[in-house]
């Protein structure tokens, strides 16, 4: 029953809150809602279209370094390591390098657009 009350209380506190801040609202000027404060009119649009080709690169590069993190503890582990580390070792290394020709396959490694 409390906690109902509490509740009730806390919707109560928060609507009257928003309802004052929404009686006392502020004004902005036309210089606070213009992209830029400096005073200078945009020349450009504030947002560039990105590149898919820089997408593909970033998401390659994310692959690889998540790659690296697992693979490197491994390696530092194989002399004391079982079968099972090094077949899944192998097993992600031999996931990454098919992704990979598919990739080259696909044409998505043409480094030169």
């Given amino acids: 029953m ?7 209380m806390n919707f109560l506190i928060i ?3 928003m309802i004052f801040m929404n009686f006392f609202k502020y004004t902005m000027k036309q210089d606070k809602m213009s992209p830029f404060e400096c005073g200078f009119n ?3 649009k504030p947002r560039m279209p990105f590149s898919f080709h820089f997408f593909l690169i ?3 590069f994310l692959i690889f370094d998540s790659e690296i993190t ?3 503890p491994c390696i530092l582990t194989l ?10 070792l192998l097993l992600t290394i031999l996931i990454l390098f098919t992704s990979i020709i598919y990739e080259w396959k696909k044409k998505y490694l ?3 657009l």
């Avoid at 409390?2 to 009730?8: E, N, P, R």
């Avoid at 002399?79 to 899944?88: A, V």
């Fill in 2 to 8: 409390k906690v109902i009350i509490y509740s009730l």
């Fill in 15 to 17: 609507s009257l809150i």
């Fill in 42 to 44: 945009p020349n450009s």
């Fill in 58 to 60: 970033s998401c390659l």
């Fill in 70 to 72: 697992l693979v490197i």
């Fill in 79 to 88: 002399s004391s390591s079982s079968n099972f580390l090094i077949i899944s």
């Fill in 110 to 112: 043409n480094w030169l």
